[in-house]
């Protein structure tokens, strides 16, 4: 019999606040996170502005040369790890009688990108003898699960998912299986990313995936809007602690939400588009809620990927609408992407923190920045202002380049 496993620990730094209570008031009030990149100087780039963190300080947690031998994607999961553990009252490891029953999958679509900018450029002035001996191990995307591991000592299964934008769902339904399947009876799971640079912000640019909205950054990231002309960059981190049921019982723990179901499908498509009519989205959403046991009408709240694209808001409407049939406009739908950009590896992590506290707190945030309906685009996206309803199961979807789709099921928990 699988065990249950429930969300205990929550950590969170994003656009719009360094830690959970502040993220989510933001977004529940509709804030918006982006504005003009101050990172480096974007004078001669076609998009001048990203949702970048807001005085966001490492050193709250990890001294200063641990910091310096950190790129900011790993700054920023282990100071979410540590929230998340600190909400789980497991910073020291209380309640944890084994080191091996605690693990870590913790990913990023990019790694460290500023790292490897700077190294670079380094090689190409003074030469490779230059480059720094903490190059690689700044650099690589699975450095942050193992800095994390050693953190806290968590000797179980530890690895990093890859796969760009649903990089942090992967890693959350992962430490689900992990642990319903018993190799683990606590995980530190999400993602972390960091890609407010000078190469990321000009590749995207030219691509023409992100919106060029430079007169107005904080109204530019705007889900299933008719005017939408592509995604925000955002960064940080989404980081949970999961936990088998009854462990998580003996020790008194908190509990959140529980994680019911995961559903992980490929497009086979193409390298950025999307299926047409989200058909991989589908069919992760299906098996979501077939692993969770949850019919079409037992679902109040869809968290979307949603992330201001002409394609991804088409074909993820499409898809919803395949996969709930008539209840589609019973549903509340909502992308926080409007207020924090798009966080790429981090966003999953970040989601479904969201889906959680929407089952736990029955507040649903809107999509901001909704002006202009797409007839194309015909849900109910929850434009504008929170909506309080009580949401007993919820989805969180992310889909990412290279056709990856992921859905997780939560639900309110109940014993």
Same mark, same amino acid.
């Given at each position: 019999?699988?065990?249950?496993?429930?969300?205990?620990?929550?950590?969170?730094?994003?656009?719009?606040?360094?830690?959970?209570?502040?993220?989510?008031?933001?977004?529940?009030?509709?804030?918006?996170?982006?504005?003009?990149?101050?990172?480096?100087?974007?004078?001669?780039?076609?998009?001048?502005?990203?949702?970048?963190?807001?005085?966001?300080?490492?050193?709250?947690?990890?001294?200063?040369?641990?910091?310096?031998?950190?790129?900011?994607?790993?700054?920023?999961?282990?100071?979410?790890?540590?929230?998340?553990?600190?909400?789980?009252?497991?910073?020291?490891?209380?309640?944890?009688?084994?080191?091996?029953?605690?693990?870590?999958?913790?990913?990023?679509?990019?790694?460290?990108?500023?790292?490897?900018?700077?190294?670079?450029?380094?090689?190409?002035?003074?030469?490779?003898?230059?480059?720094?001996?903490?190059?690689?191990?700044?650099?690589?995307?699975?450095?942050?699960?193992?800095?994390?591991?050693?953190?806290?000592?968590?000797?179980?299964?530890?690895?990093?998912?890859?796969? &760009?934008?649903?990089? !942090?769902?992967?890693?959350? /339904?992962? =430490?689900?299986?992990?642990? @319903? %399947?018993?190799? *683990?009876?606590?995980?530190?799971?999400?993602?972390?990313?960091?890609?407010?640079?000078?190469?990321?912000?000009?590749?995207?640019?030219?691509?023409?995936?992100?919106?060029?909205?430079?007169?107005?950054?904080?109204?530019?990231?705007?889900?299933?809007?008719?005017?939408?002309?592509?995604?925000?960059?955002?960064?940080?981190?989404?980081?949970?602690?999961?936990?088998?049921?009854?462990?998580?019982?003996?020790?008194?723990?908190?509990?959140?939400?529980?994680?019911?179901?995961?559903?992980?499908?490929?497009?086979?498509?193409?390298?950025?588009?999307?299926?047409?009519?989200?058909?991989?989205?589908?069919? &992760?959403?299906?098996? !979501?809620?077939?692993?969770? /046991?949850? =019919?079409?009408?037992?679902? @109040? %709240?869809?968290? *979307?990927?949603?992330?201001?694209?002409?394609?991804?808001?088409?074909?993820?409407?499409?898809?919803?609408?395949?996969?709930?049939?008539?209840?589609?406009?019973?549903?509340?739908?909502?992308?926080?992407?409007?207020?924090?950009?798009?966080?790429?590896?981090?966003?999953?992590?970040?989601?479904?923190?969201?889906?959680?506290?929407?089952?736990?707190?029955?507040?649903?945030?809107?999509?901001?920045?909704?002006?202009?309906?797409?007839?194309?685009?015909?849900?109910?996206?929850?434009?504008?202002?929170?909506?309080?309803?009580?949401?007993?199961?919820?989805?969180?979807?992310?889909?990412?380049?290279?056709?990856?789709?992921?859905?997780?099921?939560?639900?309110?928990?109940?014993?």
């Amino acid at each position: 019999m699988k065990r249950r496993v429930v969300v205990t620990g929550l950590g969170m730094i994003t656009p719009v606040g360094n830690d959970v209570a502040t993220t989510w008031r933001a977004l529940v009030d509709g804030k918006a996170g982006a504005g003009p990149i101050t990172k480096f100087d974007p004078t001669n780039f076609p998009v001048r502005f990203a949702a970048e963190l807001k005085g966001f300080d490492p050193l709250q947690y990890m001294d200063r040369k641990e910091a310096k031998r950190a790129d900011p994607y790993t700054q920023y999961a282990v100071a979410a790890s540590v929230q998340a553990m600190r909400d789980a009252g497991l910073e020291q490891l209380a309640g944890i009688d084994d080191p091996d029953r605690i693990g870590v999958i913790l990913g990023s679509g990019i790694g460290g990108l500023k790292s490897f900018e700077e190294q670079h450029d380094i090689y190409r002035e003074r030469g490779q003898s230059k480059i720094s001996p903490f190059f690689i191990p700044m650099f690589i995307a699975d450095i942050a699960a193992g800095i994390v591991s050693m953190r806290f000592n968590a000797k179980g299964p530890n690895y990093a998912t890859v796969s &760009a934008c649903a990089t !942090a769902a992967h890693a959350i /339904g992962d =430490a689900f299986r992990t642990i @319903q %399947y018993g190799d *683990a009876d606590a995980m530190i799971c999400g993602g972390a990313e960091a890609t407010v640079t000078p190469m990321a912000i000009g590749g995207f640019a030219n691509m023409k995936a992100l919106s060029e909205r430079n007169d107005s950054p904080a109204t530019a990231s705007r889900p299933f809007d008719l005017n939408r002309d592509g995604f925000v960059m955002g960064e940080g981190a989404g980081i949970v602690v999961l936990e088998e049921l009854e462990h998580a019982r003996r020790r008194g723990a908190r509990i959140h939400a529980e994680v019911v179901g995961y559903g992980a499908t490929g497009d086979a498509h193409h390298l950025t588009a999307p299926a047409p009519d989200g058909e991989g989205a589908q069919r &992760a959403m299906r098996r !979501a809620m077939k692993d969770a /046991g949850l =019919a079409p009408g037992d679902v @109040q %709240y869809i968290n *979307a990927h949603g992330t201001s694209t002409p394609a991804n808001d088409f074909n993820e409407t499409r898809a919803i609408k395949c996969v709930f049939g008539e209840h589609a406009r019973g549903l509340n739908v909502s992308s926080t992407k409007g207020a924090t950009g798009h966080m790429l590896g981090a966003a999953g992590g970040v989601e479904f923190i969201v889906a959680s506290l929407v089952t736990r707190e029955g507040s649903i945030p809107p999509t901001i920045n909704y002006e202009t309906a797409d007839p194309d685009c015909d849900l109910n996206y929850t434009p504008n202002r929170s909506v309080e309803r009580q949401v007993t199961a919820a989805l969180s979807n992310s889909f990412g380049f290279g056709g990856h789709n992921v859905a997780l099921a939560v639900r309110r928990f109940a014993e």
